[in-house]
């Protein structure tokens, strides 16, 4: 048994990706940078993109992040955020929300089986869609 552990750890290590810690919200910072701007003003601020995460689910997680572009990448994790889940109603991890000038554009929720039911391309097109939408 000892052995079949340890023959798994790597492949059940494959579906987390280390985000850095800069990219970690919680309730006190989740409001100020959902509504960042990293440019000259409204019409050239970027989406930002917030994973919502829970570790009994890291396997599930949105690996792909760092490919994600023209847009601000977060992640929350969902014990220490419980104002945020309550208030974008989270009620699976993992849950991602496209935020465009700190309204909410886009979600993609896990279902039952806790899997996100969407991938890169899919999240891509939400955030250009969100910068489409805001030239006009």
């Given at each position: ?22 990219y970690w919200l ?7 940078k959902i509504k ?28 792909e992040w760092d ?70």
């Amino acid at each position: 048994m000892k052995y079949l552990i340890l023959i798994l750890i790597p492949f059940i290590s494959l579906g987390q990706v280390d985000v850095p810690e800069e990219y970690w919200l919680d309730d006190s910072n989740f409001e100020d940078k959902i509504k960042e701007h990293k440019a000259f003003g409204d019409d050239q601020s970027l989406p930002v993109v917030v994973e919502f995460w829970a570790k009994f689910n890291e396997v599930n997680c949105f690996a792909e992040w760092d490919q994600l572009k023209d847009a601000t990448y977060y992640r929350v994790d969902i014990a220490k955020a419980p104002e945020a889940k309550k208030k974008y109603r989270v009620r699976m991890a993992p849950t991602i929300i496209i935020f465009k000038g700190g309204v909410k554009e886009t979600v993609f929720k896990a279902g039952l089986d806790l899997e996100l039911p969407a991938n890169l391309k899919e999240i891509q097109e939400g955030i250009n869609e969100a910068n489409e939408a805001s030239k006009f």
